[in-house]
């Protein structure tokens, strides 16, 4: 049987979080962490977590897994669980609306923030803007993100200034952009993330190349943009 | 962009690329130091003095301790700005952030000051 614990809280009955504990016969099957929660779900309709593609592709079910952030449906029970248990959190560092419920709210607005669109005013061509093969594979690596938020909500700058750092997850859709051959707003976008929070307060631990569920690398496109930086401004 | 005045470059990527530069100066000062202690493991006051006396090691001296001020500052505000917010400990986190920046400017301007005094004093 395995032990699985799970942070609870619904602010409307709870005066504060606590840790429910279950017991779920997996009998033996390696299923996904997003299958244990569906399991105890159908025991206890009030436990409460977003999902929905169910293959990792929609960024919906980022939870703390045994405390590693990660999606729960590509998250197999093998590499979650330790001494037979399994410990569910919401994801750290931003409010918690109900159980594994987390309000995403700061973590848009950092994505806001870094205009995650093309800009471009130069006019139209008739059919597309095209771009080279080589500069297309720029941008491999940075494309893939799905906004799931476990990289920023396990980098301690964005926990203690959620406001004012970017976060990893923002940062690489920054560079997504910076480094797309079809934007002209380079050096608006470069001009608006010179300060000391937006880039700088990431110090390269890369807990967010750890965490990254698609095999990301925030850390080296935020090491593009400091160059980029420098290179516009010395 | 987030508007800041305490810093010490007033720009983001002016303050990394001090961190940065200061840490090299440092380095190249203790590798320096290292290596006269490697070549001359005890040596005497005059030994001592003379070193210190050349014109090119006080102005390395006094980079490296300007380094060493301006990498404690950036430092000690990153640092403040992190764990001293309103976010983590509430209203009064300003008045106490201001009072430990200048608290560190205080400090580093007194050993700043005293470092020059002992170097040309010698």
Redesign the interface.
């Known amino acids: 049987m395995l032990e699985v614990s799970i942070y609870r809280y619904n602010p409307e009955v709870d005066a504060e979080p606590y840790m429910q504990d279950f017991t779920l016969d997996t009998q033996g099957k390696d299923i996904m962490v997003l299958d244990v929660l569906e399991k105890l779900k159908a025991e206890d309709p009030t436990l409460t977590f977003r999902r929905s593609c169910r293959e990792g592709v929609c960024g919906s079910d980022g939870v703390n897994i045994s405390g590693k952030n990660g999606l729960a449906c590509i998250t197999p029970l093998s590499a979650a669980v330790k001494n037979n248990k399994l410990v569910i959190r919401p994801l750290p560092g931003l409010p918690v609306i109900r159980d594994l419920v987390i309000d995403m709210s700061q973590f848009y607005a950092q994505y806001e923030k870094i205009q995650p669109y093309l800009i471009n005013n130069t006019p139209a061509p008739a059919i597309e803007r095209l771009q080279s093969p080589e500069e297309r594979a720029k941008l491999d690596g940075l494309y893939e993100c799905i906004l799931c938020a476990c990289c920023s909500t396990a980098c ?2 964005f926990w ?2 959620p ?2 750092f970017i976060g990893p997850a923002g940062l690489l859709q920054a560079y997504r952009f910076l480094a797309d051959s079809r934007d002209t707003a380079t050096e608006e976008r470069l ?11 990431c110090h390269g631990i890369m807990n967010c190349v750890q965490v990254c569920p698609k095999g990301l690398n925030p850390t080296k496109a935020i090491g593009h943009i ?1 160059n980029m ?2 290179t516009s ?2 | ?4 005045v305490t ?1 010490l470059g007033r ?3 002016s ?3 001090m961190q940065r530069l200061s840490a090299a100066v440092m380095t190249a000062y203790l590798l320096f130091i290292l290596g006269y202690f490697f070549i001359n493991p005890s040596p005497n006051y005059e030994q001592w003095v003379s070193l210190h006396s050349a014109l090119p090691m006080r102005l390395f001296s006094l980079l490296t301790i300007l380094s060493i001020a301006a990498h404690a500052w950036i430092g000690i505000w ?1 640092v403040l ?3 001293v ?1 309103v ?2 400990i509430g209203p009064k986190a300003t008045a106490i952030r201001l009072f430990f920046q200048l608290i560190t400017i205080a400090i580093t301007l007194f050993y700043t000051i005293w470092a020059i005094d002992i170097l040309w004093g010698i």
């Open positions: 301690p700058s203690w200034n406001d004012k001009a608006k993330l010179d300060d000391p929070f937006s880039v700088f307060r400091r930086l420098l401004a010395t | 962009m987030v508007t800041t810093n720009s983001g990527l303050d990394w690329l990153c700005t992190d764990y917010t976010r983590l």
